[in-house]
């Protein structure tokens, strides 16, 4: 049963909607309007992007709004040391700090970057002094983008200035078992890095005949379950390294439950490329690079 206003709300509420309605558009239309001149002044494209996110209007607009203010910033070629960046400020010299003190220190030195902005991570354990001397006495002096936006973060890792080889070349070879033996992601060997060509105990081989012939191992087998991976040891020198180390793993063969076990010895040489590190010789259990007794 209606009562003597619906009437009178329903048009209301009618109108509120036209009124949302066109609001939107409005603002849809003021988004491209964004893009078109971000795409003239800066060449920067993101429409592509944006309308896949399906950000709401309001949203995009804040958006493209901090995209427009950084690209205005960066178009400026500024720089400032990173300790200007950070407000100069007060810091006492790592030997002035005793065993007892360096981690507060180093507390209180992350907390004022951080409310300026600024972030210092690792990706490795970095001893509190070791760390507190790279910022003081490193970073501080480190020419980055004069970027001064709100809610930005200018991010810094302790690796990027001092790689940690050793951590690198595990990685890389820890990935190279995961693409091979992991049947539940897509085999991407382009993942792999390999070069142009790899020393395997067959001899040289192309990497796209490696490929193909890990690719053709992988596909006899409907899973594999790696029961053991241990690393030995790691040699880094210069711009050469190598990983010595174990696997054991069981294949499923494809069609059956019938299953084989791969054990052995691995091997891994590798060589550093634009700072970064790739497998260029391989020695492991199945896969055709078994070490011949």
């Keep these: 049963m209606m009562g003597p206003f619906d009437e009178n709300e329903d048009e209301e509420m009618d109108d509120n ?10 603002l849809k239309l003021e988004n491209e309007i964004k893009k078109i001149k971000l795409s003239l002044e800066h060449g920067t494209d993101l429409s592509g992007q944006l309308s896949e996110a399906e950000l709401p209007p309001e949203i995009e607009g804040k958006f493209l709004d901090y995209i427009s203010q950084f690209e205005s910033e960066f178009a400026k070629r500024k720089t400032i040391k990173v300790y200007e960046l ?14 007892d003190e360096i981690d507060e220190e180093l507390a209180k030195l992350v907390k004022i970057l951080r409310k300026k902005g600024i972030s210092v991570d690792t990706i490795c354990d970095v001893e509190p002094r070791m760390m507190y001397q790279f910022i003081t006495e490193e970073l501080f002096h480190h020419e980055t983008n004069d970027i001064q936006i709100p809610g930005m973060i200018h991010g810094f890792i302790y690796e990027e200035f001092h790689p940690n080889h050793e951590h690198d070349i595990k990685n890389r070879c820890k990935d190279f078992v995961r693409q091979v033996l992991d049947k539940e992601d897509e085999w991407q060997p382009k993942f792999l890095n390999l070069p142009s060509e790899i020393n395997t105990i067959n001899g040289m081989l192309t990497c796209d005949v490696l490929i193909e012939r890990l690719g053709n191992f992988r596909d006899a087998f409907s899973s594999f379950t790696i029961n053991d991976y241990e690393i030995k040891s790691v040699e880094v020198d210069g711009d050469s390294g190598k990983l010595t180390g174990t696997m054991d793993y ?21 060589k550093k490329i634009d700072d970064w590190w790739i497998i260029d010789s391989i020695i492991a259990p199945g896969m055709g690079l078994e070490r011949r007794l």
């Excluded at 950070?86 to 065993?99: F, Q, R, V």
Aim: charged share 35%; hydrophobic share 20%.
């Design 17 to 26: 909607e036209e009124h949302d309605e066109e609001y939107y558009e409005n």
């Design 86 to 99: 950070a407000g100069s400020p007060e810091w006492k010299p790592s030997d002035e700090i005793g065993d």
């Design 250 to 270: 069981t294949g499923v063969i494809d069609g059956s439950n019938d299953t084989i076990d791969f054990k052995g010895g691995c091997e891994f040489g590798m």
